[in-house]
């Protein structure tokens, strides 16, 4: 059967060309134009979000002095803190400073004896059994020089008694802690509560 677009009539050839373009326009519909309008839409996107990264770097550039300055101020008292919580523990240290201020109150120790420490979450606690003899007095302003030193001592759990052979200079002999404390360079963690670390029972 010879089948030839002139032998068909006029609007029929029109019918079959509207068909053909129709065809022709979805096919680039789908294969063409809906793919490039998605990569088109999704590098908009991914430009949207370069953008909003970029924004916020600058907003953290314009922050990097004051960021700087707020490190230089922590790392000062970073520093003004050793001085009162020293990162290790010295025994002949502190008591050169107890046995300093003693000379300087006129109080003789007689005992010094460091105890266990005591670990805490930032810090340690170190406390120091101390036998003091001497005068009420200079008992008193040597707990008043003490409580003065750049390093935080404690006096707790005192107990003075009459010397057994009074002086004039040694009427009394004095019992207590001096509690000072360690900064620790790693913070402790806190202790597994229930239902962490492990199964329960």
């Not at 300093?100 to 120790?109: C, E, F, G, K, Q």
């Not at 001096?178 to 620790?184: G, P, R």
Request: charged share 25%; net charge neutral.
């Amino acid at each position: 059967m010879d089948l030839k677009l002139t032998k068909i009539p006029w609007y029929a050839q029109v019918g079959i060309v509207v068909a053909l373009a129709a065809v022709g326009s979805g096919l680039f519909y789908y294969y063409v134009d809906m793919p490039t309008s998605a990569d088109i839409a999704s590098g908009q996107v991914d430009l949207a979000k370069l953008k909003a990264e970029n924004a916020k770097g600058r907003a953290t550039e314009a922050k990097l002095p004051e960021f700087r300055a707020q490190v230089a101020e922590l790392e000062t008292e970073l520093a003004s803190l050793k001085t009162i919580l020293p990162d290790e523990k010295d025994a002949a240290e502190l008591l050169r400073g107890l046995q300093d201020v003693a000379v300087r109150s006129n109080l003789t120790i007689k005992s010094f004896k460091p105890a266990p420490t005591v670990t805490k979450e930032l810090h340690k606690e170190w406390p120091i059994n101390l036998e003091l003899e001497g005068t009420y007095h200079n008992l008193a302003l040597y707990f008043d020089r003490v409580g003065k030193q750049p390093r935080i001592i404690n006096i707790s759990s005192l107990d003075v008694k009459n010397h057994s052979m009074p002086e004039p200079n040694v009427t009394i002999t004095a019992v207590c802690t001096a509690t000072t404390f360690v900064l620790l360079d790693k913070p402790t963690p806190p202790p597994a509560g229930p239902g962490r670390g492990g199964r329960g029972a």
